[in-house]
T-cell receptor, first 110, second 117 residues
Framework: QQQVKQSPQSLIVQKGGISIINCAYE??????FPWYQQFPGKGPALLIA?????SEKKEGRFTISFNKSAKQFSLHIMDSQPGDSATYFC?????????FGTGTSLTVIP | DARVTQTPRHKVTEMGQEVTMRCQPI?????VFWYRQTMMQGLELLAY????????DSGMPKDRFSAEMPDATLATLKIQPSEPRDSAVYFC???????????????FGEGSRLTVL
């Protein structure tokens, strides 16, 4: 059973556009929601994270929007760049347990 | 530069052979995870250790997979016998103790790409 559902599976965006990746969860015990970025041949690395007591977190061009009542959260990449082309994983955590979405392959076209 | 180290980076083996993957977690981290990454399933949790004790290995096929932490600096994932469907990238990740101030972020190694022919 997938604890975290992620969509879309793949995404193609023009340079300068906005990339949006969505995730949903069921378990209300989750208290930490990170996003990981993975480049080919590398391991995932933390990109940005949010706790459920805030509705939005912004770091540079990356923003997490969090809707606690809907149990959904999303990653927005503003002014997308070719260097952002990677696989993005959302995750949900409680304690030391982490549950990952299935990943979104983002391609930013120059 | 603290990082999770995994060996081997690449392994090609024949069906039926034993495969052992090794992981050196970041010093001071008390949690270690093994994940398997495939195109279809994304990141699947195989095993999870805290303070070297196995806490969850429900995602691991017990008949052929085993995971251990012989000491705090080494985690191993063994497949015996290996099958073609085990072909995937296996990631080890480690994390520090979760506190009110510390989210216990996971740090991943670069993975071991396994191909079973």
């Amino acid at each position: 059973q997938q604890q975290v559902k992620q969509s879309p599976q793949s995404l193609i965006v023009q340079k300068g556009g906005i990339s949006i990746i969505n995730c949903a969860y069921e378990n209300t015990a989750f208290d930490y929601f990170p996003w990981y970025q993975q480049f080919p041949g590398k391991g995932p690395a933390l990109l940005i994270a949010i706790r459920p007591d805030v509705s939005e977190k912004k770091e540079g061009r990356f923003t997490i929007s969090f809707n606690k009542s809907a149990k959904q959260f999303s990653l927005h990449i503003m002014d997308s760049q070719p260097g952002d082309s990677a696989t993005y994983f959302c995750a949900a955590s409680f304690g030391n347990q982490f549950y990952f979405g299935t990943g979104t392959s983002l391609t930013v076209i120059p | 530069d603290a990082r999770v180290t995994q060996t081997p980076r690449h392994k090609v083996t024949e069906m039926g052979q034993e495969v052992t993957m090794r992981c050196q977690p970041i010093l001071g981290h008390n949690t270690v995870f093994w994940y398997r990454q495939t195109m279809m399933q994304g990141l699947e949790l195989l095993a999870y250790f805290r303070n070297r004790a196995p806490l969850d290995d429900s995602g691991m096929p017990k008949d052929r997979f085993s995971a251990e932490m012989p000491d705090a600096t080494l985690a191993t994932l063994k497949i015996q016998p290996s099958e073609p469907r085990d072909s995937a990238v296996y990631f080890c990740a480690s994390g520090s103790p979760r506190t009110a101030a510390n989210t216990g972020e996971l740090f991943f190694g670069e993975g071991s790409r396994l191909t079973v022919l």
